[in-house]
């Protein structure tokens, strides 16, 4: 599949209302150079030096356009393949024509999505987790999700799992030793040191699969918005989504669905839930309302209660935060809303009039103090991004809970490569031959 070299535009396709000022087009594969030749019929310039240069249509011999090429000779390239890249006018026209261009050498077809990071992949140029960082890299919307793409193209996550693979891979290569060799002279207390090891590994893959950081951060805070009938919180959300996203009205028990909108919160990405007002109701659709709210509220990361400053607002606050699950007092958020009705001086809550935006800078200021602590629990290592890692290290840890089990050294041993397995599902390296150096590495046998 590799023998075949892959073009694709790298840049946004141009419209006729959005024509680029440049296009890129990449080339990847053993035909690179060729091509280059063919569609400038020069001979290739300088690796990584920008040429100047008219690219031609191989057939007709027209020329399309005049502009920066670069020839990337192998293995030092971003694929580990020679690659091209042409730096032309953003145009329709001139787009389309380079295209045709290079589809008219007859040696090169379209790249699929994700072909060029797939085939650096399979050069070992990037492991799987740094692959899926330069993704996310090219999907953050927000400051805080670049940072932490860029950490995990750089390798953060690739190291942290590649250090577990290497804890997991030496208590193995104990276990096979003593296996393999059980005449050998062992170093002493071997079951306990790697049931040692195997806890240690444990209770680090534990607190990376706590750490909700990542995730948070490539999905949203969820943060939920609730509150007795009428309080405002959907006159909230609609102030800080600066459109009428949810219906408001005096009616009181006016929403009903989980109304959700998407916002920046001074770098954070944030999904904020707007919700039923919190009462007791014979409606059937209302009960069912009040049902989404709750459990809206119990699995959000953080809560914002909108409480109405012209009622008896400091007893709904009780009755409310008792009965919500995972309120959490140092982070979760008190709005006493209306205060152009009523005024309230009390410290610690939010005084706040949606009707004339009274309160709304205090509002945003706490909101992104609660959001940064939330992304910060746990600060430190590069966390946990995805559920595909998440899946595989749950994995990981009911095989090395198995492990730590087992009756025999052999099982033991069987259910420690398949926790290291599941490690490497993630990174995408799996290579028996390692264990077979570490034993030797470790233990010099057959010296
Ligand atoms: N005076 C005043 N009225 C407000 C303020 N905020 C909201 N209201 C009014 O209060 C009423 C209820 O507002 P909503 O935003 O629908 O309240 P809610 O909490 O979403 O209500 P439900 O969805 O029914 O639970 C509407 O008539 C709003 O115009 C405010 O700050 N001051
Ligand atoms: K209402
Ligand atoms: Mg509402």
Redesign the pocket.
Known sequence: MNDATIYALGTATPTRAHPGALAVIRLSGPRAGDALEQLTRKSLPTPRRMVLRTILDPVSGEAIDKGLVVWFAAPNTETGEPMVELHLHGGRAVVGAALDAIAHLGFCRLAEPGEFTRRAFEHGKLDLTEAEGIADLVAAETAAQRRQALQQMDGALHRLYEEWRGKGLRALAHLEAAIDFPDEDLPEGLADEVRVAIAGLQAEIAAHLEDRRGERLRDGLSIAII??????????LNLLARREA??????????RDVIEIHLDLGGWPVVLA?T??LRDSTDAIEQEGVRRARARAAAADLRVL?LDASGDWRAEMQAIIASTEHWTPARDIVVV?????APVATSGIVA?????GAGLPELLTRLEQSAEASMQDGAGAPPLTRVRHREALVDCQAALERALGAPEVALAAEDLRLALRAIGRITGAVRLDELLDVIFRDFCIGK
């Open positions: 509150g007795p009938p009428n309080a405002g919180k959907s006159s909230l949810a219906i408001v009205s005096e009616t009181a028990g006016t929403t707007d039923a007002g909108v809303n209306k205060t152009d009705l706040l009039s949606t009707t004339g």
